[in-house]
C-alpha cells in the first residue's frame, strides 16, 4: 500500500512569496496518477494538478507541479491571499482501485 | 457542467440508519465512476470507496469495507452512501466525487453529526 507523506506540515509564508510543498510517496509510482487538491474551509476541496504537472481547467499557470519516483513538488510562485489553504497530494493506484491522500500541508499567512 | 449536488446536513443518534444522497448532472452518469471523501473534525480527506453505476460494480477503502454501504441509481444519476448503524466516530462532512485518475469534480459536502 502506497503511503504519501507530506512535508512541512505547516507553511508560513506572506502574500508575494514563494511556495514549495513536498510530498513522498513510500515507493515509487506512476507520475500520470499523482494529483493536487487545494481545501479552504466550508468549501469542497479543488482538483489543482493531475498527473504531477498539467494544471486542472481554470488553474491559475501560477500553480506547477513538478517530480516522479517518490518525489513531487507543489509549487506556487507568487502567493495571493486566496491561496492560504490546506493543500494535499493524491494517488491513485488501479489494481485494485485505490486512491490515498497524503496528510495535507497548511499554508497559512 | 458537470455538478455533483448532495443533500443535506444530518444529526443523528448513535444506533441509528442514515443515507445519503449525490445527484450528479452534466456528464453521462453510467459512464464515471463515483465515490465517496469524508473529512473528520479536525483531520484530514479520507477516501472511502467509489461505484461504477453502469455495472454497479463498488470497490471500498480497506479500512472502511463492512462498514458503510455504496450504491447507485441509474435512472436518477444519484450515488448513495449509508450506514445501518451509526457510530458517534462516524461524524465527518461526506464529499461525492466523480473519480478518474483523480477527482475532478467533487460535491458541495455533507456534514453527518452523529451524537446522543
Known amino acids: 500500500e502506497i503511503v504519501l507523506t507530506q512535508s512541512p506540515g505547516t507553511l508560513s509564508l506572506s502574500p508575494g512569496e514563494r511556495a514549495t510543498l513536498s510530498c513522498r510517496a513510500s515507493?515509487?509510482?506512476?507520475?500520470?496518477?499523482l494529483a493536487w487538491y487545494q481545501h479552504k474551509p466550508g468549501q469542497a476541496p479543488r482538483l489543482l494538478i493531475y498527473g504531477a504537472s498539467t494544471r486542472a481547467t481554470g488553474i491559475p499557470d501560477r500553480f506547477s507541479g513538478s517530480g516522479s519516483g517518490t518525489d513531487f513538488t507543489l509549487t506556487i510562485s507568487r502567493l495571493e491571499p486566496a491561496d492560504f489553504a490546506v493543500y494535499y497530494c493524491?494517488?491513485?493506484?488501479?489494481?485494485?482501485?485505490?486512491?490515498?491522500f497524503g496528510q495535507g500541508t497548511n499554508l497559512e499567512i | 457542467e458537470v455538478q455533483l449536488v448532495q443533500s443535506g446536513a444530518e444529526v443523528k443518534k448513535p444506533g441509528e440508519s442514515l443515507k445519503i444522497s449525490c445527484q450528479a448532472s452534466g456528464y453521462s452518469f453510467a459512464d464515471y465512476w463515483i465515490g465517496w471523501v469524508r473529512q473528520m473534525p479536525g483531520k484530514g480527506l479520507e477516501w472511502m470507496g467509489v461505484i461504477y453505476p453502469g455495472d454497479s460494480g463498488t470497490i471500498y477503502s480497506p479500512s472502511l469495507q463492512g462498514q458503510v454501504t455504496i450504491s447507485a441509481d441509474m435512472s436518477t444519476s444519484t450515488a448513495y452512501l449509508q450506514w445501518s448503524s451509526l457510530k458517534a466516530s462516524d461524524t465527518a462532512i461526506y464529499y461525492c466525487v466523480r473519480s478518474k485518475n483523480y477527482f475532478d469534480s467533487w460535491g458541495q459536502g455533507t456534514l453527518v453529526t452523529v451524537s446522543s
Open positions: 493524491h494517488y491513485y493506484a488501479n489494481s485494485p482501485r485505490r486512491y490515498t
Open positions: 515507493q515509487s509510482v506512476s507520475s500520470y496518477f
